[in-house]
Each structure stands twice: as C-alpha cells, then as structure tokens.
C-alpha cells in the first residue's frame, strides 16, 4: 500500500522519471510553524554530490501544496511535491530484456504484467524517499524539541573505523564496485508506554517502515543479533531509578514492544547498491541466454551515505505515529 | 492494535492467567477442510517439557468455536481458543513493587497506569503466542501444499554448531542464567510478485509481525546484516533462466520489495529469556533502592526453543496474507 | 471485514447455531470499572420474549474472558462471549434449495461457494449483534455520563402514534406477517470537533455501523430526507451563542461532518422482518421451478423492537471512536 | 482520515483557495489505457456554469502526475492533481468572527484551534470532490464496461416531476434561497456476492463514501425509508431463477449486506445549500451579539445539480473496493 500510519498516516506516490514525486501526510495538528526551507536540511543530507553518490543532481526544492496557511499547519493534509528535473531521455527498453541483477526491474515486470515503468527503476527508486525524509522533518516537529536524533554510520563495508570509509568507498569505484553499511538511529527523550500490544510493537512499526526503504536487509534493536549470542545476565538491563532508567541499555529503549524511557537504539543493513559498473552475467529475455551486461548512467557507489537520514525520517515517522496514538 | 493483516487479518487477545488466551481470524476462505487436530503438531512444537523448557505445562487443546461446519471453513470468521488451566494463583505483588529486569512489568504498569494484569505478564506473556502459531497453521493451508517451510535454530548463545546445543543449554542452566539463540526460517515455493509498495514490502511485512513476537530483537532476510559488508558484486544475484532464478539467493528472495520467486530466507534473533534464577540488582519501588531480586516460578532457559514455530507461524501468516493481497 | 473501529476496535465473530458468538474490543482504556452485571440492561433491551418478539429466548449471558482484572479493564483487549444454548437441531437443507426472499441464505451461499454455514443464517444472524449491544455498553463508558442517548421507535408500519404500535403489531402477526419501522437515536453532550474530513465524517462513521446491522436499509441525520425538501432558509440553523449552539438542529448536530455540539439525531429505517409466516411464492433450486415456500420456526413479528439498543450500540461505538481518535 | 478504501484507495488533499487538489488511488491494476481526457466527461457534469450554479468557473483541467506511462497504468499509485485558478483573494475574516449558519466554518475553527484555512471553506469545500469524480472515473474503468451507471435526480425541493425543477431553482434563487434535491444511482451489472460481513456490507461502504460528500445527510437502499413502512409481505422479493434475480428488487440489490446480483438503487438526500444571498441572523463573535449576516460572494442555489455526478462517483468507488476484495 501506498500509505502508513494510523494516526500520522503518510501517502507517497512518483516514479524516478515522472513528472513528480509527492507525499501527503494526514494526522498533523494545526498550529506548527512549516516552511518550505524546513525541510532543506534533511533533504541536503539525502542529496547526492559527495563522493560515494551519483552524479545525477536534483534541484529536490520542496513545494507545499496544502495544509500550511500563513505559515502554520492547518490540520488538513498535509502535502508537498518534488519536481523530477533532470532526467534523461532515452532508451529503458534494455531494463525490460536484460534486467539488472538484485534491482526491482525484473519484479516490477513480473508484478505488474510488464506494464511498469521502466524508467530510471519508477515507482521502486529511491527517488520516493524523498517523500519519506520531508514526513521525517514533520514528525520530528511533532515529537518536539525534547527529541533529539544522532544518526551515523557504523559500519561501511565491514569496516567500523569511520576515518576508513572515503578510503574504501574510493576502493571500491576504483575497482567499478559498490560497498554496504550500517545506519544507526539514537533517539533520546521518547517517553515510556509507547507501543501497541499485540502487533504494534514499538519495533514493529519501526522495522515495517525500515524495510519499506529500499536496500534495508536487516533491522535490529538494542544488542540485535547480538543479544542471540549473550546469557541472559548479560543482557538484562537493571532498573535503577523509579523513572525506569536502567544502569545498560542492552534493549535499546523497548521491552515487551513498549517503550521504556531510556535511549532508542536502532539499526538497519544497507546493501551495496546493485548497480555496478563493472561486466556482471545474468539473463537476457531477448536472447533466452545468461550474457554480459554492463550498466550504465550514474549511480551510488555507498548509497548508505545517502541512506542515513532516510533511516532517520523513518524511525522518526514511526515514533511520532506511536506518539500520536498514546 | 490487537489485529494484524489486510485480507488474512488476525486478531488476539488473553493473558497468561485470565480464562483464555485466543485468536480470530479473518479472510479464511471457504471449503478448507480443518479440525482441531491439524493444529497439534505446530502447537506441539511450540509446547514446552523438552530441555531448556519451563516446566509449566498446559494442554494447549485448541478449541474451534466459530468458522467451521460440517469440517470445513465457512468462509465467516474463524475462531480458535484455548483455556487457560495450569496458572498457579499466587502473589503477584511482587511484579509490580520490584518490576524483573528486561521484562514488560513496568512498561505495563507505566502504559497502562498500574491497572495492567499482573499475573505471569498478563497480556505481555509469550502465550499469547498460541494464538499465532493456531493461526499460523490456518496461514500454511492457505499457502499451499507447493509452499514448503523449513525451519531451525542456526545458533543459540553465539553457537552455530548444532551438536552443542543442549550442551550450551545445560551450561547455562547449571549457571542459573538463559541463552538466546538465531531462528532462520525456508520458505520454498512462493511466487514472484508479492509485496505491495511502497509501504508494505514483503520484507516489512513479515517483520512487522516477526517483531511483535515477544523476546525478537533482531530480523535479517538473505544476507542480512552481512550484507553491509559485502560488495555489491558479491552480494549481487545474477538472473539464470525465464522464471527469474539466480544463481545465488543472497537477497533472500526478495527484491525491491517484492518476491522474486526464489526461496525466502529469514532470521530472527532471540534474546536469552528475561527470567533468569540468579539474583539480580535492580530498582524496588516500595523501598526506592537497587536491592537484590530472585525471581522465583518456571522459567524457559532458552525460549529460542519454542520461538522457532512461532517465528514460522509469523512468517506464514504474512505471506498468506501477501498472497491473498495479490 | 470482522473488525471495525480505528481506536475503539471492535472484532465479532460466531454463528446463530455454532457454540458461541463473541466480541474483542480493542482501544478500552485502562481503569474502568466493568463487571458483567453491567451489560444486562441492554442485552435485556435486545432481548426476545415481548410482544412482537421470537419465542426463542437465550440466556444471553455475558462471560467476561479477557480485559478486566480484579474489577476494572486493565488495557488489554477486552473479550466478551455469549454461548449459544437454545439451538433446535433440525435439518437445514430447505434453507440451501429453497432460500428465503430477503434472506442472506442465497448470498451467503454464492459469496461461501456453498460452504456456509446455513444453520438459523448463520454468520448473518442477528444473533451476532450481541457483540455489537456489549461493545456499546462499553462505548457509553468511554464516552462518560455526560454523554446521554435517548433512543426510541418513531415508526411502525408507517405509524407514528406510539401508542397504536402494539396494536399494528399483532395485526401483523395475526396476518402472519410482519412490519418495518424507524429508530431514533439521540445524544447530548458530545462535544464539537468529532469527525475526521475527509472520509471519515461523523456522519460517515455512525452510518458504516449502522448498515452492517441486519434489516437496516436507511440512515439519516438531522432533518435527513426532509432537508432535501426544504429551501436553504428553512434548513440552515443559525448560531446563537459563543459555544456554538444553534436555534434550531435541523443538521442534527453534524456540520461539514463534524459535530458541533449540539444534540446528535439519527435516524435507521428497519425493514419489516424477511421471516413471515405466510406462504411465498419463490425459487426452488432443486426442482427448478418457483414454488411456494413456508417458513416454519420462531420469528420477530417487528424486528425493530428489538434493533432499537442495537442501532444506539452502532451510534455509541462510532461516537467512542471518533472520540478516542480527537 | 483522507484516505478510503481497502484494495482501490483514495487519498486526497487540498483546500478551496489553495495552491491544488488533488488524489492519489492506490491499487489501479497496471494496464488500463488512460489519459486525461477520461476524465472530462465525468468532470464536466460536476462543473458549475449551469442554471443553479455558480458563476465561479475552473478550467478543472486533470493533470496526471503518477501511475500512468504511454497511455496505460503502470500498478503504481494514480496521482491526479488540479490546479485552483480562479480564486478571489479578499479578506477571509469575516467567515471567521461570524460564521456562516450550517457551513463548517465554526466547526473547522473548534477542530483546529482556530489554525484552519478560512479561505473558501478551505479543506470543507466542495472543491475537494473533484478528486472524488476522477476516483469514480478510474473505479468505473475497473468494474467493467457490463457495470452501467443511471444516475439521475429524483426529486428537488421535494418535487418530483423533473420538469419542474428548473422553475423551482429559478424561484429559490429569485428569493435569494436555495433547495435541496435527492439523487438516485442506479447500477446494473453488479456481481453476487460483494460486500465484507460483519462490519464491511455493501451498503456500509457505500453510505461511508456518500457521507463524506459535503451536504449528503441521509442514504437510503432500494425501499429505504420506505421499507420502514412495508410489510414484509410487501418488502420481501422472491427469488424468480436460479441466478438470483427476483421479482422486485426492494432490496436495491443488496440482501444480508452482500450484492445478490440485481440491479443496485441508492438514493442520497442532498441538503439545500447552506450558503444563500438573503440576511440571516446569527452569531457574531467579535460582537458576541446575534446578528445579521449577508453572504457575499458567488453561491450554488441548488447544488444537487452538480453533486449528482459526485454520488455516482462515491458508489463507484465503494462498488470497485467491494470487487477488488472478492
């Protein structure tokens, strides 16, 4: 479905190469101050033009186009558009009889009895979570000052050693390759007793909203995976004040899918980007036979650069609609 | 919210020592033959009495009360409960003065203004996974005899070795202490095509209910997080045939979303069971110190044990409905 | 579907004939005093045994099952069941080959592809409503003693003089048939600002409850179908002071489908009971041919009699909604 | 909420005198040859430029945004976007300390704590059903070209010989008034089978829709109100072959909440237009005086001119959700 939320319920809509890429948002009381240069602080994180990113450049200017009246949120939905500008022209005829390895061309395809548009990967590039990071701004502002978001990098291709990454990102274009990482997500002062037992754990709606985005393979909360591989006495965090801080923080602020006032600690697993430069074997249609495909156009060598603050928008999405229905 | 689904839509409630513990559900089409029966294998499997088990033990006997006739579902909402016999009366009060370290006790109290069920977790308690596990057999009859499970423990306390499983188990037993443990879940026989973007991924929605299973901390599909540390040539699935097969599975199956015919594969992490025998030091309300606490009762020392078909039941229970959406 | 309600979430299932019909609720705040004595007054409103009734009478007890601890409902879903006890064994096979005009049997057999179940209708008996009386009951207490309905048949067989009803009634039965009429809910105390545009209007709200109430076929609000037949000077109703009361309430207290704090009025057309004695010319399809068809068994003469507390239960859910959702 | 629908879902944003309005629908198969022309037949039946209607006149030029490439439906979510020309600037306050009698003007101001965009109505005008008749355009092409629609006008000011009406519109708007008027959709071709018990029948899905239209304030099936004053003897429809059809169809072709296959017939009571050019008396709140109130500005005298295009649309919706769920 095209929309999430229960009470701060977002609509995205676009594809890579349309005329536009939109989102509206329904659930945003009246009375928050919003301008268009809100959301241009997120939106310079998301954009490409740091090495590691592509080359293709979007002016992204965020337009209102309902919901804000004289500077305010009105309580009607809430809605902003992104011009697609730079786009190329040209032949995408090859994504349909070659398609791309690990790319959505050929689900696409399958899913929608070829009637997809091939464009630039439509409806399923990245180019939508523009969308996502403007409702990430909104639901940071309903969250309040009192929330306060660190977002980095752990991890970039294995390596945890952030001085590392230019270096193995630059490795990597060298040799016509692409490199994943791990986004991690602090959130600090997010109230207890958020969540909605049975199914809408705190880290449900997280994770469901992280794996809407694309490239994510993994989500973890707290230890995560690690956690499967400690004792229990290791694990446990002991409650230390009758606020309910714990001495660690091992869950990562939820037990039991709710909330427990102590820091959100979440992760995602970003894949390498599937497009890579270099010559890579898979199934042409046209020919019936598994032949050499090279591709071309401008991409991310670490798209997780770019990632970070959409995993971000999306934790924040999450915990404002969790909000929101307390 | 105590429902989850679009078209195959299950609905729970209970607590561990109320009258009963159930599920409803929704989008059951008509003419499945079902029985009572065809639910104890999977509730079997969930049932505690092996090693690393509590030895509290129910008959789980699964009561159909609404939705069948003559045999077969009816097309009308299918219900299922199972009573609740072996709770041990007892004073609760403990759980709410002196809450256990990383369990809901106070996160209950705190969500629900200390007007929550106390007794063994109340809503909070693992049986309320019954209600997926009945539910999830319902979902594997709709998939199909072509869609195929197989489910196992790939690791429990940083062990991947299955021949040191009750080992690892014992040991921690004889410690007084739990250990968590990986389930991975095999799903053969899935078509391509399902998912439905933007918001409901394959991938998002079987996290979604994968994370409201009590004690997952972590979900991972294909590579997973080792994804993050691959390049994208290696983590890339080359195209073989018409159907879409590749030629390696890292992405689980799913692409963009979206399945891809190719066999799902996904992981969930357990964290070692909360309850633990040794003392632990942690906040007293009544007296607003740190003081020691031992937990007394029936404990899982490895819930990973009985989590595996529950993580299955949840990942049939999305697919089922990702099918039916399709 | 089952379940209705964004945070008041009701779910029903059950059978006229199958071992139980039951409600779950979900949204019930925690900390409200509940026992099942409190639902007896409306169920005894819902209840046969007067004039004009079935002579089939249940005990219609109400097993509290899940929700309340120690007297008050602790947050978690709140499960009420009703068994099904006065049940006649018989055979039902009339009901598949020579369905009742007016009746579900038909449909339900081409929507179930014959796999429904057929005995006393089913899922589509009004049995299932008992669900529906209990979660109004609870409803009112969410809305708080402020909050007053007055609900009353305006209507029987065309009449409006109240005191003819009876006489109507057994002029129906004694010509072994039966007669619609028209409930009129009222409510005071509901505050302005309830409704959610677009879609979710009040008005919308109440009216998806009441149509899935059996033998409902009309819902107004207000000067309803009459407004269409008055001029704009007639109809409007102007302000007359700071809180936003009206002289008149010709919109029943609903504006631009929001409520506006003056009384809510709603009105339900309640066809005559489908179920008549007398013979019926109509279908039969194992001989092919249109023959007559007795009904035997236990009928409403005026079904309405009894809808009365399930129309105010539909207006109170929809108003504990829209409530919980502001 | 601003989205309707389970499987065909519509999202829609704007305000009367903003920048756009517009719709998103989710769930359009991919596939169906569509371009903006489609949409003008539908759209010019809800234009004003007629007698009874206001001068304000749009282009209401469709502009497609999403979801269509070369000439057909790609799967991906259908934007529709039209651009507000023709608004007046002006002072918008006097709406605001004295609001119009039966306009949403108060009740948008109590909803939104005064933050709501007065303009036009703002998100209350009717302004915004333009994205309801392009919904019902692509919901029509969804059921098929064997569903037909007849929709027509059954009555105005409570008369109902059609060659009247244009004398008593031209006598309302002569006395400075307005009328009301009821509409009558007609569909055949509808299948067996639809509609979702409990909670989703056929009618509680198309009365949800038609409520949300502005004016709509009552919504009646088949006999409707009428049926109230039926006996059954009379109500009932027998069934006359073996494919469900009957004699009459008092029902409107929905028995049990589920469409048996007969011609459907709802009918929806449009209230006069609240805005009329004589004084009225009524509230002011800078004064906090009653007083009088003279409406400028460019009104409809009889609105149920243009809604009747917009009730069509609304059933059409509903109808297309009912069978994409089947």
């Known amino acids: 479905m095209n929309s999430w939320g229960d009470k701060f319920r977002v609509t995205i809509w676009g594809e890579s190469h349309g005329q536009q890429v939109g989102v509206s948002i329904d659930g945003v009381r009246a009375g928050i101050a919003l301008k268009e240069e809100d959301f241009l602080a997120d939106l310079g994180r998301r954009k490409a033009g740091g090495a590691g990113t592509t080359t293709r450049t979007e002016s992204d200017a965020p337009h ?103 270096q193995i990102i630059e490795q990597a274009r060298m040799e016509q390759d692409s490199v994943g990482g791990v986004v991690e997500c602090r959130v600090d002062g997010i109230q207890a007793g958020l969540g909605e037992p049975f199914f809408d754990s705190a880290e449900s709606l997280m994770a469901h909203l992280l794996f809407s985005v694309p490239a ?35 869950a990562g602020g939820i037990v039991g899918g709710i909330t427990n006032g102590n820091e959100i600690v979440v992760r995602a697993a970003i894949k390498p980007t599937a497009s890579i430069s270099r010559e890579q074997n898979t199934y042409n249609f046209e020919s019936g036979k598994v032949e050499p495909l090279i591709i071309k156009g401008r991409h991310d060598v670490c798209i997780t650069l770019r990632a970070a603050v959409v995993v971000e928008a999306a934790v924040a999405i999450a915990l404002a609609d969790l909000k929101l229905r307390a």
């Not at 040209?90 to 689900?107: E, F, K």
């Not at 694990?235 to 091992?250: A, L, M, R, V």
Request: a neutral charge; aromatic letters at 6%; proline letters at 4%.
């Open 216 to 250: 994510v393979k993994g989500v973890e909360f707290g230890n995560g995976f690690e956690a499967a591989r400690l004792r229990g006495s290791q694990n446990n965090d002991p409650i230390i004040d009758s606020e309910g801080h714990t001495s660690t923080n091992n």
């Open 64 to 166: 209102i186009v309902s919901g804000v009246y004289e500077g305010h949120t009105t309580g009607a939905p809430l809605t902003i558009v992104f011009l697609n500008e730079n786009t190329r022209s040209g032949d995408y005829r090859n994504l349909v009889v070659h398609p791309r390895p690990s790319h959505a061309d050929l689900v696409a395809q399958k899913k929608w009895n070829g009637q997809n548009d091939p464009r630039g990967g439509g409806h399923f590039s990245g180019r939508l979570t523009l969308g996502l990071v403007a409702a990430g701004v909104v639901a940071k502002k309903i969250l309040g000052e009192d929330v306060r978001f660190a977002t980095r990098i752990t991890e970039i291709g294995g390596e945890k050693d952030s001085t590392k990454f230019d």
